[in-house]
C-alpha cells in the first residue's frame, strides 16, 4: 500500500487513488490474497465481510488520517464483500466500497473484487492517432445502452439487456451505417435506479453490471476503436445517491456531502458533492482518471456543470469558488496526462471561457455544448410559419458569440423526455411538412459551425418520447417516410464527412460568412462554409411554407454550381422539385445563382471545377456578413488567424501560416 497516495488524497491532489484505497489482489507476508483499505475517519471501528470470511467481521487495523486496512490471505478476485462500520454513536452498517471496481447488480450492494490490467487491448493503432478532432469531422450518437436494443423481455437473462460485448455486434455495423464517427454513453457508474438513466451515481468506479463485467466493457470500447469509431462517457461530478448503502452519510458523519443541510441536498433528492473538502476533490479527480486509463476513454462529459460554476447554477448566486477549482486542477492535470482526450462540459451558463486552457484563465474544457443554440433552434422551428418573422433572428444568434467558446452542436435525450416531445413532433404542420421540415432542420445542423451531437432515435425521425424500458422504433423503418429519412440522413452524414468546409476550420471566423441573415419576411437564410483551403459551399434555407423563387446567392466566382444535397429531393421524401445546376450570373461587383426552394426545404450547392479554375485555387469569397467577432481579449484557444489547432501540455498549440 502506497502512503504517498494516501497523503496526496487527504491534500485534496490526487489522480490515482484507486491504486491504493478499495480491494486490490496482492502477494504479501509470502501469500496471496487481497489487500482491502477504506477512508472512514468518522468510524469507531470498520471491519471487512465477505465471502473470503464467510461474512464474518475481520476488525480493519486504523492508519494516520482516518483510513481503515487489512490484507485476507487466500482472499481473490470474484468474491463478494462489504464494509461493515461502526459509527461514532455505536450503530452499525454495512456499506459497499466507495472504490470498488465492479459490483453487484441491482437491487444487490455488494462490491466484488476485481483486477482492472487483465484485458487484453488491440486498439493501439486508434490510441496513436486520435486527437481532439478540431479540424476533423465529429459526430456523436449519444445513446443509452440499455434501450437501445433490448432482447426478448421473455428473456429472464440481465433484464433483457444486451451484454457490452454482445451489443457491439449489433451496433458498430449501425453506427458504420449512420456515418456517426463517435458515441456517447449516457452515464456507465454504478447506479441503483434504472429511471435515473445512471445520472443518480452510487459507485465511482463500477463499471455498471446491468450489462456485463468491466472486461467486457473495455471489449465494447475496443472494438469501437478497431472500427475507427471513438467513445466518450457521460460523468456525474455533481451530486450521488442517498441510498443507504452507498456514499450517503458513509461513516457515520457527512463524508462525501456538506455539514451544512442546506447545501447537502439537490432537487432531484440526491446528496451534493462538498468540493470544499480535498478528499471530494481527490476522488472526483482519480474517478476520471480512472475510466480514462482503463477503459480507454477518448473523451469524458461531465454533467450539469453550471452548477459546479456558480452556486446552485444561479450566476445571481455568485460563483462557487470550489467547484471551480475542481474544474481547472483536474482539467488541467487531465490534459497533461491524456492530452489526446476531449474534456467536454455540458454548460448552460455564459461563463467566458469555459473552452479556454486553464494556464489561460480558462475552465480547461475542449468543448462546450451549445445549448443556446439547441434552445433557439428548437424554439423557432417549433412555431408556425407565421410567427417565425418575428422570431427571424433566433437562428442567426448564435453566431454573435459562437467564437468565444468551443461549441458543440446537441440534440440530445433531455430534448425528447418529460413530455417535450421528440424533435420531428416539436415541428408544427401536417405529417409531410414536419418531414420537410425536419430535413431542413438538419442541414441546418450539419452546415452551422462546431461538432454535432445526436440522440438515438433521431436519425429515425421518432415520434415517441424515449423510454428508457423500451428500444427506439425500429420497425419505422419499415414505413417510407421514415425510409426515406433515414436515407437522407445517411447522405447528410457522408456529405458532412466528404467536405473539409463543414468541418475543417469549425472554430475559425473566417470559415463562416453570412450571405444574407435578414430576410425575415421570407423565413429565408443564406450563408457559406469554408475551409479557408479552397473549397467553399453556400447553403441556402426556407423555413416559411411557400416557394420562394429566384433566391439571390452570392458566389463570388463565375462558373456552374451544382446542388449537392436538397431535401426536396425525391429520394428523401419530398417532390422532387430540385434545381440540380445553375449558372453564375454577375451581380454587382461580384456573382450570384438564383435558386428556387419549395416550402420548408434547403439546400447546399458548391461549384464545379473547370479547366481554367482547379479546385486547388482558393476561392474569391462572396460579399456577406461575418459573424460578429469577439470583442474581448480572448485566449489562444480560439484562434483568430488561419490555424490548425492542437492542444498540448501548455495549452492549445498553433500552427500558423500566411494567406
Not at 456531502?257 to 447537502?264: L, N, T
Not at 474544457?365 to 417565425?388: C, H, I, V
Not at 415541428?427 to 452546415?447: C, D, H, N, V, W
Request: proline share 5%; net charge negative.
Amino acid at each position: 500500500m502506497d502512503s504517498r497516495i494516501l497523503t496526496e488524497y487527504l491534500q485534496g491532489n490526487c489522480f490515482n487513488a484507486y491504486e491504493a484505497l478499495g480491494a486490490h489482489p496482492s502477494h504479501e507476508y509470502d501469500q496471496d490474497g487481497v489487500r482491502f483499505t477504506v477512508y472512514a475517519p468518522h468510524a469507531r471501528s470498520v471491519a471487512l465481510i465477505g465471502e473470503c470470511n464467510g461474512w464474518q467481521g475481520y476488525p480493519m487495523h486504523a492508519l494516520e488520517g482516518g483510513m481503515w486496512t487489512i490484507f485476507i490471505n487466500g482472499a481473490h478476485e470474484g468474491q463478494l464483500y462489504k464494509f461493515r462500520i461502526e459509527t461514532a454513536g455505536g450503530e452499525y452498517y454495512d456499506r459497499m466500497d466507495p472504490f470498488a471496481f465492479c459490483s453487484e447488480c441491482r437491487p444487490n450492494t455488494a462490491s466484488i473484487v476485481t483486477r482492472m490490467d487483465t484485458y487484453a487491448w488491440g486498439d493501439g493503432a486508434w490510441m496513436a492517432q486520435r486527437d481532439k478532432n478540431y479540424n476533423r469531422p465529429m459526430s456523436i450518437y449519444e445513446l443509452h445502452l440499455g434501450s437501445w436494443r433490448r432482447k426478448d423481455e421473455a428473456d429472464p437473462t440481465q433484464d433483457g439487456f444486451y451484454r457490452y460485448d454482445e451489443i457491439a455486434a449489433l451496433l458498430i455495423p449501425y453506427l458504420k451505417q449512420t456515418g456517426y464517427t463517435h458515441i456517447e454513453l449516457l452515464p456507465l457508474t454504478e447506479y441503483p435506479f434504472d429511471g435515473s438513466w445512471g445520472y443518480q451515481t452510487a459507485g465511482y468506479f463500477s463499471a455498471t453490471s446491468r450489462y456485463g463485467t468491466p472486461a467486457q466493457l473495455m471489449a465494447l470500447i475496443d472494438h469501437c476503436h478497431q472500427a475507427g469509431i471513438g467513445v466518450i462517457l457521460d460523468f456525474v461530478p455533481l451530486h450521488f445517491v442517498t441510498d443507504f448503502y452507498a456514499l450517503h452519510q458513509y461513516d457515520g458523519g457527512f463524508l462525501y456531502e456538506s455539514e451544512d443541510p442546506a447545501q447537502r441536498y439537490s432537487e432531484w433528492g440526491t446528496a451534493l458533492f462538498d468540493f470544499t473538502k480535498p478528499h471530494v476533490q481527490s476522488f472526483l479527480k482519480s474517478a476520471l482518471d480512472f475510466w480514462i486509463r482503463y477503459f480507454h476513454l477518448d473523451g469524458v462529459r461531465y454533467d450539469a456543470v453550471s452548477r459546479l460554476i456558480y452556486q446552485q447554477g444561479d450566476s445571481a448566486k455568485g460563483v462557487n469558488d470550489p467547484g471551480l477549482w475542481f474544474l481547472k486542477s483536474a482539467n488541467y492535470t487531465l490534459q497533461q496526462r491524456y492530452p489526446q482526450v476531449m474534456l467536454i462540459a455540458e454548460d448552460s451558463s455564459d461563463f467566458l471561457k469555459v473552452t479556454a486552457p486553464v494556464v489561460y484563465g480558462g475552465l480547461g474544457f475542449d468543448y462546450k455544448w451549445d445549448l443556446g443554440w439547441m434552445n433557439d433552434t428548437l424554439e423557432y422551428l417549433s412555431a408556425p410559419a407565421t410567427q417565425r418573422p418575428a422570431l427571424h433572428h433566433k437562428l442567426t444568434f448564435s453566431m454573435t458569440y459562437f467564437y468565444r467558446d468551443i461549441f458543440l452542436l446537441p440534440l440530445s435525450h433531455d430534448e425528447v423526455v418529460h413530455g417535450k416531445k421528440t424533435v420531428i413532433d416539436k415541428l408544427p404542420g401536417s405529417y409531410e411538412e414536419k418531414f420537410s421540415q425536419l430535413r431542413a432542420l438538419y442541414i441546418y445542423m450539419f452546415t452551422h459551425p462546431g461538432k454535432k451531437l445526436n440522440f438515438m432515435g433521431n436519425e429515425l425521425a421518432e415520434f415517441k418520447e424515449w423510454d428508457e424500458n423500451k428500444q427506439p422504433g425500429w420497425n419505422l423503418l419499415d414505413y417510407p417516410a421514415h425510409q426515406a429519412f433515414f436515407r437522407f440522413w445517411q447522405a447528410l452524414q457522408l456529405l458532412y464527412q466528404e467536405h473539409p468546409a463543414l468541418y475543417q476550420e469549425d472554430y475559425h471566423p473566417n470559415s463562416f460568412c453570412w450571405l444574407n441573415a435578414d430576410d425575415s419576411a421570407h423565413c429565408v437564410y443564406s450563408y457559406s462554409r469554408d475551409d479557408l483551403h479552397g473549397e467553399q459551399l453556400f447553403i441556402v434555407l426556407n423555413f416559411s411554407n411557400r416557394v420562394q423563387t429566384d433566391i439571390n446567392l452570392p458566389v463570388g466566382q463565375a462558373g456552374q454550381y451544382e446542388e449537392l444535397l436538397s431535401t426536396d429531393d425525391s429520394r428523401y421524401g419530398g417532390s422532387g422539385r430540385t434545381d440540380g445546376y445553375a449558372s453564375a450570373r454577375p451581380q454587382g461587383k461580384g456573382y450570384s445563382i438564383f435558386v428556387n426552394l419549395p416550402p420548408y426545404s434547403a439546400a447546399i450547392w458548391k461549384r464545379q471545377p473547370s479547366a481554367a479554375q482547379p479546385t486547388e485555387q482558393a476561392a474569391v469569397r462572396p460579399t456577406g456578413k461575418r459573424a460578429a467577432p469577439r470583442k474581448q481579449e480572448l485566449p489562444a484557444s480560439t484562434a483568430h488567424r488561419r490555424v490548425k489547432t492542437k492542444r498540448t501540455a501548455g495549452g492549445i498549440k498553433t500552427e500558423e501560416k500566411n494567406r
